[in-house]
């Protein structure tokens, strides 16, 4: 996924895919005048409790092997409370953990929809110092770019969920942060190995442009809060109803080597199945100048809308690992639906 200060697009930054699924048909509609996007922007989120990567197995003062988590604590799992007590994140787990002995630790737990409670022994692996043997995670970070704004300064941004780097579980949000960034170099891409933004990310209130209140399988969502700072140009565009969509001739806007602008594509595949929710449309780049820059789709580029005959049709997703030139894309009226 990414650092907090530079260059790491994080894991759902642009997720990579090699197959190419076939289409079906669909009778969706929607129409909407928005602000089009294509800029780059830091992004920092706070899970909803703290998540719990993996447990491990220790060595105890006795000597012994000892793994307490083990069968009751899960990855993916969110501890939300230990011993009745609201935690809000790692810091405050931490700190309980600091205080431990030897007796039963009750751990509140989220598994998908249903919350249970566990009873773990934490192990003494010290004088006086105990552990749950949990490796946990409170916080995502990185890079990615904004698609759209609609008329309530609501944001769609990615296309597709932030899953965690270590369980590929999507990440359960209590809130997050959109900041500036500021693109400092293009990794291009080649087949086998796609390319990647590096960028700088100042987490300070001057850089805050929104808050982020929904992390979906369709993308970041939430509110800009500073418009001006966000586009250098206010461009209204309306958006197309998938049955619009057709193969053929197309763009995308993205920002590369300090600019924002189009550059051409081809709609190879349309699905209106609706099986996934962020890989309806297929792509490939054709434009040579982003070909020499870029390789095709990096990561990164998740986000950039895609538009055809003059309205917005979806958003850049996925990259194909075996063929940077060609990529998934999402439906522009899978994202609205996230924002109405």
Not at 66 to 95: C, M, R
Not at 189 to 210: A, R
Not at 295 to 317: D, E, F, W
Request: with cysteine; proline share 2%; aromatic share 6%.
């Amino acid at each position: 996924m990414f650092a907090a200060c530079a260059g790491w697009v994080f894991a759902g930054a642009l997720e990579q895919e090699n197959e190419i699924r076939q289409a079906e048909a669909s009778t969706k509609t929607a129409s909407e005048t928005v602000l089009l996007g294509g800029m780059p922007v830091g992004i920092y989120m706070e899970t909803d409790g703290v998540m719990v990567l993996s447990t491990e197995t220790m060595t105890g003062i006795d000597g012994s092997e000892h793994e307490p988590a083990a069968g009751l604590v899960q990855s993916g799992d969110y501890i939300t409370a230990v011993n009745g007590e609201v935690i809000n994140g790692k810091s405050e787990l931490l700190d309980v953990v600091d205080h431990l002995d030897s007796e039963n630790v009750v751990l509140t737990l989220q598994r998908g929809d249903k919350t249970m409670d566990v009873r773990i022994r934490p192990v003494e692996c010290g004088p006086g110092e105990y552990k749950l043997g949990i490796w946990v995670r409170d916080n995502v970070q990185g890079l990615g770019t904004v698609t759209f704004v609609t008329g309530q300064s609501r944001f769609g941004a990615l296309g597709h969920g932030i899953h965690d780097v270590d369980t590929n579980v999507l990440m359960s949000v209590a809130g997050g942060t959109l900041y500036k960034t500021s693109i400092q170099d293009i990794l291009k891409g080649e087949d086998g190995s796609p390319g990647t933004m590096e960028g700088i990310i100042v987490y300070n209130s001057y850089n805050i442009l929104g808050s982020i209140d929904k992390n979906t399988e369709a993308g970041i969502y939430g509110t800009v809060d500073r418009l001006d700072q966000l586009f250098d140009e206010q461009i209204p565009i309306e958006t197309a109803s998938t049955d619009e969509i057709e193969t053929g001739s197309a763009t995308i806007r993205c920002f590369v080597d300090n600019e924002l602008k189009e550059y051409e594509i081809q709609v190879t595949d349309i699905d209106r199945s609706g099986k996934e929710i962020n890989k309806g449309l297929v792509i490939q780049v054709t434009d040579p100048e982003l070909l020499e820059k870029t390789g095709g789709i990096i990561q990164g580029m998740s986000g950039s809308p895609i538009i055809q005959n003059g309205k917005l049709i979806g958003a850049v997703t996925h990259v194909f690992v075996q063929d940077s030139t060609k990529g998934y894309g999402i439906f522009i009226e899978n994202m609205l639906d996230q924002v109405k």
